[in-house]
């Protein structure tokens, strides 16, 4: 079934339908078998994407160049450092400028309302690669990752370790309770979730029928985990908080003895880039039940397929 999305900006999950999600997972699904099977297109010919970075960026980055630029458009990246914004130019006139020249633009910055000024003033579609809030893009990877290995989402449940606050916490939240999965954050008092995303997922949770819980204690929390998720301790742009978040986290890093008392079959994900020996053991995100590499991979796939569904091109 193909849901019309021509035209629509990605900010965070938050904002499409369950309905949505799953057309955009089929959709990457499909994106990616033409990949293994070297069927070549060339849907993006004759386009070109912005692709603004205040920060850094390896996985989002590549995906968004590769998957854009192996159909035959034009991807130009714009770092922070490079180009007016931030110096001498508002994000309102960069947003004007860009929708003159570009078909679509991806912005991975701090604030989210950059990112609608974007969506506001370009008006063209927008994809949020990260903000401080919101990892779509992200999430949209780790369901397919999910969806993939488990071919279902109902009754599964992930357990997201660490840092709870963050970007990717937040949007797990958000796509784990539109989707249908199982989620429980577990993390210290100081860096439970904000109140507000978690009455956000509780509603979505009401059509999806799935559970959200949140705690401090790691121990219980990961009790019959299908999935053990982390990320790092301090989040880009946070690197000043380091020391403090390792005598805050170190409980709750994933380890062997961690993963062993899941009392099942529990598979290792991670958004990427990792710390290892800080947020996670080598031994665990480098052993065989760790999908970390799968989800890196599905970046460029339900990127493309985002990129495709937005522009109109399916
Ligand atoms: N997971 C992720 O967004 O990776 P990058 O920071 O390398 O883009
Ligand atoms: N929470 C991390 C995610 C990196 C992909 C960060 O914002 O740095």
């Not at 968004?64 to 130019?89: C, H, N």
């Not at 100081?190 to 509780?202: D, M, T, Y």
Request: charged share 25%; aromatic share 8%.
């Amino acid at each position: 079934m193909s849901i019309n999305l021509k035209g629509r900006s990605l900010i965070s999950l938050k904002d499409y339908t369950p309905e949505e999600i799953n057309y955009l997972i089929e959709l990457s699904i499909a994106v990616k078998k033409e990949k293994q099977n070297n069927i070549r297109h060339q849907r993006f010919k004759g386009m070109t994407i912005a692709l603004l970075f205040e920060k850094r960026s390896t996985r989002t980055r590549c995906a968004f160049e590769t998957a854009f630029g192996e159909e035959g458009g034009f991807p130009v990246f714009l770092s922070s450092e490079d180009i007016q914004l931030g110096a001498k130019e508002s994000i309102e006139d960069t947003a004007r400028v860009l929708g003159r020249m570009f078909d679509c633009i991806q912005y991975r910055g701090y604030k989210t309302s950059n990112l609608e000024a974007l969506v506001k003033y370009s008006g063209k579609p927008v994809y949020n690669g990260l903000t401080d809030d919101f990892h779509p893009t992200q999430v949209l990877a780790d369901i397919m990752t999910v969806r993939e290995y488990f071919n279902t989402y109902k009754g599964i449940k992930l357990v997201y370790v660490g840092d709870g606050r963050n970007n990717v916490a937040s949007e797990l939240m958000i796509g784990c309770s539109k989707a249908g999965l199982d989620i429980r954050i577990a993390s210290p008092q100081p860096l439970l979730p904000c109140e507000n995303i978690v009455s956000l997922a509780k509603n979505f949770t009401k059509k999806s029928g799935s559970a959200i819980e949140i705690t401090t204690d790691v121990k219980k929390a990961v009790q019959g985990a299908d999935i053990i998720y982390t990320d790092v301790w301090a989040s880009m742009g946070e690197e000043d908080k380091l020391a403090d978040r390792i005598k805050l986290l170190k409980p709750y890093q994933v380890n062997k003895e961690l993963m062993f008392l899941t009392g099942k079959e529990t598979i290792f994900m991670h958004c990427l880039p990792a710390v290892k020996g800080n947020e996670v053991t080598a031994d665990v995100i480098d052993g065989d039940k760790s999908e970390a590499w799968n989800q890196a991979e599905n970046r460029k796939h339900t990127i493309k397929a985002i990129m495709l569904a937005t522009l109109g091109l399916v």
